[in-house]
C-alpha cells in the first residue's frame, strides 16, 4: 500500500535551517507530483511547497518564498523541502502528500498524507 | 488568492444525526473542491473530490454537492468514528487552499 513517512523536523532557532524528507513506497514515484502541507498548532491547514513528477515546476506558497525549495530523487522515491532562514511563523507539523494525479503535473488535491514531522522555530 | 470559509466551526450531534457543512469560496471554483477529515494528531483524509465524487473506500453516508461558490458536505447518519475536524479545500488555481475547519462534537 501506499506509504509516505516524514522525518527531518525538530527544533531549530529563528534564521536557521532545516532539511525534511519523505520517504515513500507502494506507488510509482515519479508518475505523481508532490505537496508539502503545514499545519500549525491548532490551526488549519497551508500548502507550502508542491513539485511536478519529474521535477520541473516547483509552486510555493507567498510566505516560503524565496525561502523554501522543493526537490525530489525520483531514483529513491524520496522527496524534499529545504527550509532555509526560518521564522517562528513557520512553526507546524509538514506532511508530505502526494497529488492526486498520476500524469506528473499536479492536481491540487491530495489521496494520500504521511504522519507529519513537526518543525519548532524558536529561540 | 481565494479564500474558504466554512461553517459552522464547531457543530455539536449525536449519533444517527444528519450534518450538513457548509463551504463557500471567495470567487467560483466551478466544481474543484475536495473535502477531508482530519482525526487529532493524524493527517487528513480525503472523502470527497471534484465536489461530489466519493473517494474509494470513503462510507456512502459522506456525500458532496454544489459548484461554483457554495458547497456542502452531509454526512447522512453519523457514526462514532466521525467525530473529527472536516475541511474543505479548492484546487482551482494556485495557491489551493482550504477552509479554516468545523470540529463535530459529540453532543
Known amino acids: 500500500q501506499v506509504q509516505l513517512a516524514e522525518s527531518g523536523g525538530g527544533a531549530v532557532q529563528p534564521g536557521r535551517s532545516l532539511r525534511l524528507s519523505c520517504v515513500t513506497s507502494?506507488?510509482?514515484?515519479?508518475?505523481?507530483?508532490m505537496h508539502w502541507v503545514r499545519q500549525a498548532p491548532g490551526k488549519g491547514l497551508e500548502v507550502v511547497a508542491v513539485i511536478s513528477g519529474d521535477g520541473s515546476n516547483q509552486y510555493y506558497a507567498d510566505s516560503v518564498k524565496g525561502r523554501f525549495t522543493i526537490s525530489r530523487d525520483n531514483s529513491k522515491s524520496t522527496l524534499f523541502v529545504q527550509m532555509n532562514s526560518l521564522r517562528p511563523e513557520d512553526t507546524a507539523v509538514y506532511f508530505c502528500a502526494r497529488d492526486a494525479h498520476n500524469l506528473g503535473d499536479p492536481l491540487g488535491f491530495c489521496d494520500s498524507w504521511g504522519q507529519g514531522t513537526l518543525v519548532t522555530v524558536a529561540s | 488568492d481565494i479564500q474558504m470559509t466554512q461553517s459552522p466551526s464547531t457543530l455539536s450531534a449525536s449519533v444517527g444525526d444528519r450534518v450538513i457543512i457548509t463551504c463557500r469560496a471567495s470567487q467560483s471554483i466551478s466544481d474543484w473542491l475536495a473535502w477531508f477529515q482530519q482525526k487529532p494528531g493524524k493527517a487528513p483524509h480525503l472523502l470527497i473530490y471534484k465536489a461530489s465524487s466519493l473517494e474509494s473506500g470513503v462510507p456512502s453516508r459522506f456525500s458532496g454537492s454544489g459548484s461554483g461558490t457554495e458547497f456542502t458536505l452531509t454526512i447522512s447518519s453519523l457514526q462514532p468514528d466521525d467525530f473529527a475536524t472536516y475541511f474543505c479545500q479548492h484546487y482551482y488555481s494556485f495557491p489551493w487552499t482550504f477552509g479554516l475547519g468545523t470540529k463535530v462534537e459529540i453532543k
Open positions: 507502494g506507488f510509482t514515484f515519479g508518475q505523481y507530483a
